[in-house]
């Protein structure tokens, strides 16, 4: 009966150490979960931080804008206001200048674009107008309307958008490490 007896107890053990490595094993998941949800936490409030930043509106472009980007930009808003892109008949840089009211030493442009929509009517071009605000880098600084005599009550509408930007200097061969 001692056999059983001590048979029965080394199971018993072997089963309490067994019990034992599975709580410790249980307990070192358990961390290893609340450090992955605290990693996951972070990275979700990293994500919600970009999507904010991709959201916010641009006010100061780092640099001077190609002339397609500025093309982009206006057919976009022409479509917006169902506008046909035909209508836009000219679009060129107008200006490139330092900006008025900052130091002589900044680095601060303003360029400008003209650009020609003809045929328009008023209604199309209050929606152009709001399609346009609806993006805050460019801002329209200049209209001048035109009568088509030979269109109804259409015009000729040359407008004038500038944004800020600024210069950076050209790293040369020599700046870089």
């Known amino acids: ?13 072997l089963l309490l150490l067994a019990i034992a490595v599975r709580g410790a094993r249980l307990a070192t998941l358990h961390q290893n979960n609340n450090a992955q949800r605290a990693g996951f936490a972070q990275t979700a409030a ?20 190609p002339q397609a ?6 057919q976009a808003a022409m479509q917006q206001a169902g506008l046909a892109v035909s209508t836009l008949r000219e679009l060129a840089q107008s200006s490139d200048v330092g900006a008025t ?37 460019w801002h329209i600084t200049e209209v001048e309307l035109s009568h088509l005599r030979d269109h109804g009550n259409a015009f000729s509408a040359q407008l004038v958008i500038s944004a800020a930007y600024v210069d950076q200097p050209q790293a040369s061969a020599q700046d870089m490490p």
């Open 101 to 137: 009211g900052t130091a002589s030493d900044s680095n601060y442009r303003t360029q400008s674009y003209r650009f020609v929509i003809q045929p328009v009517r008023p209604s199309e071009l209050g929606r152009f107008v709001a399609a346009w605000d609806r993006q805050s880098l």
């Open 1 to 13: 009966m001692s056999t059983i007896r001590s048979l029965t107890f080394v199971l018993l053990g």
């Open 69 to 74: 980007d500025v093309l982009s930009r206006v």
């Open 46 to 65: 990293l994500v919600g931080e970009i999507h904010e930043l991709r959201e916010a509106d641009e006010r100061v472009s780092l640099a001077a804008r």
